[in-house]
């Protein structure tokens, strides 16, 4: 097992889900000292039993009040931020985008968008203070090229997309690099809400073998291949990599 994170403060956020919790159990086997952030408290518990001397801070993604709460904390309990995992999302309406609800779009935005500044908001001056950094958030596929039946979370991952490139062009300077991943759909809980606003079991099996079609390795990824792409671009080894969305896909965007 590799030591590349030994002794180094890492949040995730979304750590009680699919990519979030693999990406924190990724970093602890590693060596980091975990902050684990999400709305979920018992999911929190479960993935804070794989890494052992996390620390737990439930809350939501898209208040600046328990998100400025998780830094301190993390400051108070294990002292300053170096590295920083954006998992926290939801998925939203199956909708053409004509068709979505106000109240739907605004918290899809709340969350992936908002909710990915204010992190960087808030753990990206612990960085600043150790002069050195490394953040990393989740974009998507639908991030890249639109979707038509994600249409609104597919907007709001697009602003993911920018918004690291923008963060990465103003930290670069910082030694901060912020990168974002852009995973095709990935064997977790998240994949199954879409693929369930089909409709019944024969439409869901159909958008089921339809989703796996799109990826020409005709198949969903892994929770841990995903875990893996976040855990190189946090590393050391990403040193010169700023302002990247990398696909995570099955060649999905090739
Ligand atoms: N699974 C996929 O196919 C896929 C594909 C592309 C991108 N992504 C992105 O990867 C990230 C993780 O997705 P996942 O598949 O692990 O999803 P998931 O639903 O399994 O986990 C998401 C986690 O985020 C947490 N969360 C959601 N809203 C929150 C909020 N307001 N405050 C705090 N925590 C909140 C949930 O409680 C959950 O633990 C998301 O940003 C998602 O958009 C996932």
């Given at each position: 097992m590799s030591d590349r994170f030994a002794g180094r403060v890492a949040c995730v956020t979304g750590a009680a889900g699919g990519l979030g919790r693999a990406t924190a159990a990724m970093l602890?086997?590693?060596?980091?000292?975990?902050?684990?952030?999400?709305r979920d408290a018992e999911g929190l518990a479960e993935t804070a039993a794989l890494c052992p001397g996390?620390?737990?801070?439930?809350?939501?993604?898209?208040?600046?009040?328990?998100v400025a709460r998780a830094a301190a904390t993390a400051r108070a309990e294990l002292g300053p931020v170096e590295l920083l995992a954006v998992a926290a999302g939801i998925v939203g309406p199956a909708r053409i985008a004509i068709d979505v609800e106000e109240a739907d779009f605004d918290r899809v935005f709340a969350v992936n968008v908002k909710g990915s500044w204010l992190a960087a908001k808030y753990f990206i001056p612990h960085m600043r203070e150790i002069g050195r950094g490394a953040v990393v958030l989740f974009s998507?596929?639908?991030?890249?090229?639109?979707?038509?039946?994600?249409?609104?979370?597919?907007a709001s991952k697009g602003a993911v997309t920018l918004l690291t490139r923008s963060l990465a062009r103003n930290h670069a300077a910082e030694n901060i690099r912020v990168n974002c991943v852009c995973p095709g759909t990935i064997d977790t809980a998240m994949a199954y809400a879409s693929i369930s606003q089909a409709g019944?079991?024969?439409?869901?099996a159909e958008a089921e073998a339809f989703q796996k079609?799109?990826?020409?390795m005709n198949r969903f990824g892994t929770a841990d291949e995903v875990a893996a792409a976040v855990a190189y671009l946090l590393s050391d080894a990403a040193g010169f990599t700023t302002g990247v969305a990398l696909p995570v896909d099955g060649g999905r965007v090739a």
């Open positions: 602890a086997r590693e060596g980091a000292r975990l902050i684990l952030f999400d996390a620390v737990t801070v439930a809350g939501d993604a898209a208040s600046a009040a328990d998507s596929t639908a991030g890249l090229v639109g979707s038509p039946r994600l249409s609104v979370y597919s019944d079991a024969a439409a869901q079609a799109q990826h020409p």
